[in-house]
């Protein structure tokens, strides 16, 4: 199982129709794929996760390098991983704001600047509180 976590930032913000319409076709091609994920996106930058097969995974990844959407693409991880953390999850998705962010006592703290340029471990401890964090139990 690979994964690859990036950031980038949107070439204009999206409103909910457009954003309605990237899920869609996204959730498509991945369940077609194989690729599950979770795309977050705040303010105008977005957080993707893709997992699946190591070269179906990489050349999405690809194409999405290529996607006049978005600019400034990042990737934070790019490895094999013992198993996927979006099973059922063609595309999860979740849109927030910098401010409901800080709001959160998980994220009080959050630089996204310093986020993007770590790598490894921040990044899934990040990702994994955000989930948690969102999760209705």
Known sequence: MHRIIYFSSATHFFNLEELDSLLLKSRMKNAA?????LLIYI?????????GEKEKVQNLFNLIK????HST???VFDQQVPGRMFENWAMGFSQ???QSLRKNNSF????LDE???SKGNNV???LETFIKSHRIV
């Open 33 to 37: 794929n194989g690729i599950t994920g």
């Open 43 to 51: 303010d105008g930058d977005f957080i993707q996760i893709l997992e």
């Open 66 to 69: 290529l996607d006049k959407k």
């Open 73 to 75: 693409v990042i990737s």
């Open 96 to 98: 927030q704001t910098i």
């Open 108 to 111: 009080s703290t959050l630089n």
């Open 115 to 117: 986020l993007k340029e």
């Open 124 to 126: 899934t401890i990040f």
